[in-house]
């Protein structure tokens, strides 16, 4: 049995604080970034804007489900237009991303146009939408427009999950294994 000596007012404040603070810590939420590593660098893969096109990456979001809430990427827009997508998100079944979106809403962002700056940060706020997933999962934008000779670079790294893309609905799935563009989501933990 611990015993403590909490004889005076001062203990007594100093020990309740620190049972207040260690109970709090145990119903935290944590956040975390998953997914590659963003990079701005001049590696790219490119992607004409298609629309229905979707290029993502495969995410670990743990055993223990998250809530996903931010989607970050760099991008080279060498388009004069600014190119709408949607974000999806699906659970993988086997080596490729079955077809069910778990996004249920349509979770708009936009890519702006040509910037002489390079790539330019794209991030679109997930938290809204209250999308919960866990295991693993392909994240995934899907261009909403076509826009001829988009030519879009997407900061990617070698060697690091690669990249999946389909071309349409009507096409499966393809992986460029050694190539992965740099998405991430910050996600949240939830509690139990």
């Not at 956040?31 to 590593?37: F, Q």
């Not at 974000?87 to 069910?100: E, F, I, L, R």
């Not at 427009?145 to 999950?161: P, Q, W």
Request: hydrophobic fraction near 40%; glycine fraction near 8%; proline fraction near 3%.
């Amino acid at each position: 049995m611990l015993y403590l000596n909490l004889t005076s007012p001062r203990k007594l404040i100093v020990a309740c604080l620190l049972c207040v603070i260690s109970l709090s810590a145990f119903g935290q939420e944590k956040i975390k970034t998953i997914g590659n590593k963003p990079r701005t660098g001049s590696s790219n893969t490119t992607f004409d804007a298609v629309k229905g096109k979707l290029v993502g990456i495969e995410m670990n979001a743990g055993k223990k489900q998250v809530q996903l809430l931010k989607l970050s990427f760099h991008t080279s827009n060498r388009s004069s237009d600014s190119i709408w997508f949607k974000v999806n998100v699906y659970q993988m079944a086997g080596k490729y991303p079955n077809d069910v979106n778990l996004v249920k809403d349509e979770v708009k962002g936009v890519i702006k146009k040509y910037s002489t700056e390079g790539h330019q940060l794209t991030t679109v706020d997930l938290s809204p939408y209250n999308i919960k997933v866990a295991g693993d999962i392909v994240v995934a934008i899907e261009f909403l427009e076509t826009r001829n000779g988009s030519n879009i670079g997407f900061a990617c790294g070698i060697l690091n999950g690669g990249t999946f893309h389909r071309d349409s609905e009507a096409e499966g799935w393809k992986k460029i294994p050694v190539v992965g563009v740099d998405f991430s989501v910050q996600v949240k933990t939830l509690a139990k």
